[in-house]
């Protein structure tokens, strides 16, 4: 079957820099996405990587490696606001997208 | 309206009873979803449509219908709302169908509750 792991919670402090992992086995891949979602929100859109590498986008990176079927999100500068859920989702060879239940992360003072 | 518009945004139900949750998007784009949330599940697809016309059943269809007779909305139906059937459903449209690269703008989510 298809599946999408990330950690459920994650705590970090304010002001440091967090690491939220993702790791999929998918029938095939075509991109993978980061989303932030606020309690009682709408996800959002955060980054869309389908080469491996870096990308970054101010405070927030996203990294690929194919061949090991991993992302992480990198958050920098951690301000309270960033107290969310983080979602994974990969698309697969029909072009569906896959989500992980989305990763928790608490920031404290 | 700006982006996607969801209503109601909340909703107590008595099972068996039939119920449609509005989408409207002003933002012209083809492809809508329908995505239902769970604690502890990643979402998941309902159904989906990549243009007006056209709807296609995505991975937990059963007990769902919707309708695109136009761009802008996309109606999700409960035909006869059972217990499980309690979520946080989402909109969400995107200026490409599920083979593009664009991302998804979502609603502000209508949490139904089945009693």
């Known amino acids: 079957g298809q599946n999408i792991d990330q950690p459920t919670e994650m705590t970090a402090t304010e002001g440091a820099i967090v690491q939220i992992n993702c790791t999929y086995q998918t029938s095939g891949f075509n991109g993978l996405f980061w989303y932030q979602q606020h309690a009682g929100e709408a996800p959002t859109f955060l980054s869309y990587n389908v080469l491996d590498g870096l990308e970054e986008k101010g405070r927030f990176s996203s990294f690929l490696s194919r061949s090991k079927g991993y992302s992480y999100l990198l958050l920098k500068e951690l301000q309270m606001k960033d107290s969310a859920s983080y979602l994974c989702a990969v698309r697969d060879s029909n072009y569906q997208l896959i989500w992980g239940a989305g990763t928790k992360l608490i920031i404290k003072p | 309206i700006a982006g996607i518009t969801q209503a109601p945004t909340s909703q107590i139900l008595a099972a068996g009873r039939r119920m449609t949750l509005r989408c409207t998007q002003d933002?012209?784009?083809?492809?809508m979803y329908w995505y239902r949330q769970d604690l502890g599940l990643g979402l998941r697809l309902i159904h989906y449509s990549n243009t007006a016309g056209t709807t296609g059943k995505g991975e937990v269809p059963d007990g769902y219908s919707v309708s695109r007779a136009n761009t802008d909305d996309f109606p999700l139906t409960l035909a006869s709302a059972v217990p499980s059937q309690t979520s946080v459903y989402f909109c969400?449209?995107?200026?490409?169908?599920?083979?593009?690269?664009?991302?998804?703008?979502f609603g502000e989510g209508s949490r139904l509750t089945v009693l």
């Open positions: 933002m012209r784009h083809n492809a």
């Open positions: 969400a449209s995107s200026d490409s169908g599920l083979d593009g690269a664009g991302e998804l703008f």
